[in-house]
């Protein structure tokens, strides 16, 4: 389906580079982003497990599970993001059900999907970065929340971004500074986007 780092990648390819992964490192569930890029030392096989569909796709395809704790973990904030918002604006926010397209709906009209990304620090490279699987080019949500979160397990920063502005990616990727810099708790955005739609819609 598509070149990453000179390989033909395909969903047969990709299905047998994971059960090898999963073969070295002796585990039965999915490896995670950060268990790839550490055993290969590059993110070929994560940028093509993103751009042909995603880590549970991958997992039902392969017949592994994934990590309960890593849905745990990013369940907790999608709870955290909903308290925030409610805390914020007084906004009434719903939870949606697990593989729903977006995790929250917002007033009732503004679909939010939270993303969680801890610190990853590449040695060789010396560099370190949060990276966030999109999953989806075309974006069913309004408004992405990435929470950058450090080795002490505390939120080093928020960025509240308009899916617009990452329309036909499928990863991001943010460093110790960034072009997204200008979104970091940018939540007026979701504001606006909550009051214009009370405005125009309802």
Known sequence: MGYVHGKMWTDELICAELKETMRILNIKTMPTHSQIIDLYGNQSLVNALVHHGGTKKFANLIGAEIKRCESEFGDAYEIFCSKEITERFGYLVDKMKPRYPYDLLVEGTVKVDVKVSKLYTNNKRKVCFYTFNLEKKNPTCDVFVCYCINSQEQIEKTYV????????????????????????????????????????IM
């Open 161 to 200: 971004i308009p899916s617009a502005a990452l329309s036909g990616s499928t990863q991001l990727s943010v460093g110790i500074s960034s072009k997204y810099d200008k979104y970091i708790d940018n939540w007026n955005l979701l504001h606006r986007l909550v009051e214009f739609n009370k405005t125009n």
